[in-house]
Structures are given as C-alpha cells and as structure tokens.
C-alpha cells in the first residue's frame, strides 16, 4: 500500500475553526490518507494553542 500525503492548507483552528473542519475534510475527501497542515500562529504559546484546538477539532488526544 502507499500513503496519499496532501496539503490542507493554511488553518486557524481558534479563529475560524469551520473553515478548519472544512479544509480538513475536502482533503480527506479528496483521497488523503495523510494531511499536510500549515498552522497560523503569533508566537510559541499560542502555536501550541492552535495544536491543542486542532486536536480537539479532529478528536484526537494530545500525547502525554
């Protein structure tokens, strides 16, 4: 088998968390079995922030 890697694009899961969701899911549908993400942030805290937010949007838990 093979992975099917695309990119979702710019996504500010905080501040436009539809518009995440819905980039995510045009590229699932797409075909992707992996997704690329670019995550818009102001500084390390609020990266971090954007990750958890992300998780959260895809119901994914964080590692401990």
């Known amino acids: 088998g093979f992975e099917v890697v695309l990119p979702a694009g710019h996504l500010d899961p905080i501040g436009d968390p539809a ?8 590229t699932a549908e797409a075909g992707a079995t992996t997704l690329n993400v670019t ?6 805290g609020h990266y971090v922030e954007q990750l958890e937010a992300l998780a959260s949007l895809v ?4 590692p401990a």
């Open 59 to 62: 119901d994914l838990e964080p």
């Open 19 to 26: 518009k995440a969701i819905g980039r995510l899911t045009a």
């Open 39 to 44: 995550i818009r942030a102001e500084s390390v």
